[in-house]
C-alpha cells in the first residue's frame, strides 16, 4: 500500500464511513473557512514550494528560474 503524505487522501474512497464524515466536516462553513485558509497559505508560500512540497523537492528550485521568486 502507498504511503506518505498524500496517501491517507488517496485511499479515502475505500472507507466510506470516513469519506462520509470527510465530506460532511468540508461542506461546512468550518471546511470553507478552512479551504480558504489553506489557499492563502499556499499562495503566500509560492510555486517553489508547491513543487517541493506535492511534486518533486529534488527539482523544486528550478521552478524559479527566470522568475522573481526566491528559493526558500
Known amino acids: 500500500p502507498e504511503s506518505g503524505y498524500c496517501a491517507g487522501c488517496r485511499r479515502l474512497g475505500e472507507h466510506p464511513e470516513a469519506l462520509a464524515i470527510a465530506h460532511q466536516a468540508a461542506s461546512g462553513a468550518a471546511g470553507a473557512l478552512l479551504d480558504r485558509h489553506a489557499a492563502r497559505l499556499q499562495s503566500e508560500a509560492g510555486p517553489v ?24
Not at 56 to 64: C, E, Y
Open 49 to 72: 514550494a508547491l513543487v517541493r512540497r506535492h511534486g518533486s523537492p529534488r527539482h523544486a528550485d528550478l521552478v524559479a528560474l527566470g522568475g522573481r521568486e526566491t528559493p526558500r
